[in-house]
């Protein structure tokens, strides 16, 4: 073990080097008596995507304890440790095993993430000492894991085709529910959020997020790149997220976090991103603070329109990896089993379009999980079903990214038998490897969607519902915003109400306030809900009246 080396910063001080996993490498000063739990303090205070997400300290292969020091380790001038952001847990089987054991993904992505030989966590001793006691570095992809005979191979996963943007995790932001307008004159939709103290907050419908250092109100909406795009820059320059046309003001946001759909894992060192800033018909790229999984960084910015740009390279053509959704719709109002199949980029714009859209034709949804791996704008997919299924107009799909007010492209599905589970799979025709599958179960499908039974039938009276459905109401009842406005409208409730409801952080939680202050308010106020969720969401309806 090497001896301690007293740092020019401090007796007993020396430096440090950390890998976190958004791709930077942090230069700090530390002391051998610190704890671990400090040294994560201070990683909290270097790197924003540190203090979003929680995770786990790894040295030569092993998790760190946060009341242990740094002495305690081992660990010395020039250590390299790696700050792994916390996954959920994931089934893992090693190389040549008939069984499946039980793992973690923080493990996985740790021994991933590390190169496992001694060498590697050394910095060579002819590198140059860190010029200041924290500094940072931008790195390229994780380093490949080196295998030894502790760390064994491990079989599927990390590869291109099982899921490697699992590296990318979203961070978690406290989220704001913005009230929505209606511009007819343009026919777009405006979002005005009310920002209620110093932090980082959340659009619940667009992702749009701000950090604010005291209480603010944003007004924001989305328009179309290519109406700001010239020809030629679209020739070069490839939409990487929403464009966001931002008011606030001036000098309360300290940092604007703009989504974009690039999976950051897969795309290497070489990352031509840029921040679109269009003043005055005349368009400014930025670079941005910051580029971390789903969100671009802009410190300090002016706010008109911005977006997140992507420039195209030759050398990669159909080859930038993009995060995808694979959006299911039932339709109720056609046959029975007719499907709507939408194979997206993750934009929560575009998400949220299309759920008003299907909403209108009196859709419901059927959530099924993503793609794993990165898709490719540009290429064509395939659809493909089991059991009869036909598949219309086309089985062919190609994925692109439209602007939230045009009409997405999709697939209709229709399933002839459905008693029996039918199996739906996306394969890239490039290469032909599926991407996605799904099972339909018979739950998934409602063979016989049944409709509200009209009014004079014997049902019970619509406060009498409310009250004996409340605990399914408050988890199953969505369009939140859509109902309090139209309590409002009908005088059941006030703007201070309103607010109240939408203040809260989850759609649950906005179930459950609403449905207290009704059931405060009395049986007609209740009848109001009834009445108004039998127009919004009849099949929410007649579902918890067949259950009773």
């Not at 929403?242 to 309360?252: D, E, R, T």
């Not at 974009?260 to 840029?274: M, Q």
């Not at 941005?288 to 960084?297: E, H, I, Q, R, S």
């Not at 490897?433 to 014997?458: A, E, F, N, Y």
């Amino acid at each position: 073990m090497a001896a301690w080396q007293p740092s020019a910063e401090g007796p007993g001080k020396f430096h440090i080097f950390v890998h976190t996993t958004s791709w930077k490498k942090l230069t700090v000063l530390v002391s051998p008596d610190q704890t671990v739990q400090e040294l994560i303090d201070k990683l909290k205070d270097l790197d924003i995507t540190v203090r979003l997400a929680k995770g786990k300290l790894f040295y030569r292969n092993k998790q760190l304890e946060g009341k242990k020091t740094l002495r305690h380790y081992g660990i010395t001038p020039n250590s390299v440790l790696y700050y792994i952001q916390s996954f959920p847990d994931v089934l893992v089987q090693p190389a040549g095993s008939g069984t499946i054991e039980s793992a973690t993904r923080d493990l996985f992505f740790a021994l991933r993430w590390m190169k496992v030989s001694d060498s590697s966590d050394k910095v060579s001793e002819s590198t140059e000492a860190p010029r200041s006691s924290e500094q940072t570095h931008s790195l390229g992809a994780p380093p490949p894991m080196v295998p030894t005979q502790e760390t064994p191979h491990w079989q599927n996963l990390g590869s291109r085709s099982q899921g490697h943007c699992w590296v990318c995790q979203e961070p978690s932001f406290p989220e704001v529910t913005p009230t929505i307008t209606q511009v007819s004159s343009k026919n777009r939709l405006k979002y005005q959020a009310h920002l209620p103290r110093e932090g980082i907050y959340q659009c619940s419908i667009t992702g749009l997020a701000f950090e604010v250092k005291s209480a603010v109100t944003v007004t924001y909406w989305n328009t179309r790149w290519t109406r700001h795009l010239s020809e030629d820059e679209q020739d070069t320059l490839m939409p990487a997220g929403p464009l966001f046309h931002i008011k606030v003001q001036a000098g309360v946001v300290q940092k604007v976090f703009l989504p974009h759909f690039i999976c950051l894992a897969e795309c290497g060192a070489d990352r031509p991103c840029f921040i679109a800033h269009f003043e005055y018909e005349m368009m400014t790229l930025e670079t941005p603070t910051l580029l971390m999984p789903f969100y671009a960084v802009l410190d300090n910015p002016s706010f008109s329109l911005l977006g997140v740009l992507w420039r195209k390279m030759r050398s990669s053509f159909g080859s930038v990896p993009v995060h995808s959704l694979v959006l299911l719709f039932q339709q109720l109002s056609a046959a029975n089993t007719t499907l709507h199949l939408y194979l997206i980029p993750n934009d929560k714009s575009v998400k949220q379009a299309i759920i008003e859209q299907e909403t209108d034709w009196n859709s419901k949804v059927i959530p099924k999980p993503p793609p794993l791996t990165p898709l490719f704008l540009g290429c064509v997919y395939r659809v493909a079903g089991t059991n009869s299924v036909e598949i219309t107009p086309d089985e062919h799909l190609t994925f692109c990214y439209r602007s939230p007010k045009k009409q997405q492209l999709f697939v209709e599905i229709y399933i002839k038998n459905v008693e029996e589970d039918t199996e739906l799979s996306i394969t890239n025709t490039r290469d032909n490897v599926r991407v996605w599958k799904t099972l339909l179960r018979s739950g998934d499908i409602r063979l016989t969607p049944q409709k509200p039974p009209p009014h004079g039938c014997h049902t019970p009276s619509g406060a009498a519902f409310v009250k004996k459905n409340k605990t399914e109401l408050c988890s199953r009842m969505a369009q939140v915003p859509s109902i309090v406005l139209h309590l409002q409208d009908a005088n059941v409730i006030n703007k201070d109400e309103e607010e109240e409801v939408l203040s809260q952080d989850t759609r649950q939680r906005k179930n459950r306030v609403l449905l207290e202050l009704l059931e405060r308010k009395g049986p007609e106020a209740q009848e109001q809900l009834y009445q108004i969720l039998r127009d919004k969401d009849p099949y929410l309806i007649a579902d918890l009246e067949k259950s009773s």
